[in-house]
């Protein structure tokens, strides 16, 4: 049984920053990707950024420059550090990963997201 579960989510003004945090726990062997998207009300789901095993990140071009993602494999635990953020960043932040569970083989987790409100 895996779990990931997401923190950090809330109300911020135009411009302001935030933090949002996803803890993996369960029976893990190992984590590969882990990642985050976003899903705007009417809108669909979008990728928003990635984070290899090794540490190799991909930012979606709307973010780039402003979000940045981070991860502590000790902790199981995908950081998203939003900065500038803007109206058209509100949605629900959803985060996944790629994890082994011990005597099983390979299978995407998802969170069950964190609300994350830009307005003024």
């Known amino acids: 049984q895996v779990q990931l579960v997401e923190s950090g989510g809330g109300l911020v003004q135009p411009g302001g920053s935030l933090r949002v945090s996803c803890a993996a726990s369960?029976?893990?062997?190992?984590?590969?990707?882990m990642g985050w998207h976003r899903q705007a009300p009417g809108k669909q789901r979008e990728l928003v950024a990635t984070i290899t095993g090794g540490g190799s990140t991909y930012l979606a071009d709307s973010v780039k420059g402003r979000f940045a993602i981070s991860r502590d494999n000790a902790k199981n635990t995908v950081y998203l550090q939003m900065n500038s953020l803007k109206p058209e960043d509100t949605a629900v932040y959803y985060c996944?990963?790629?994890?082994?569970?011990?005597?099983?083989?390979?299978?995407?987790?998802w969170g069950q997201g964190t609300q994350v409100t830009v307005s003024s």
């Open positions: 369960g029976s893990i062997f190992t984590i590969a990707t």
């Open positions: 996944n990963a790629d994890i082994r569970t011990i005597g099983t083989t390979w299978l995407n987790y």
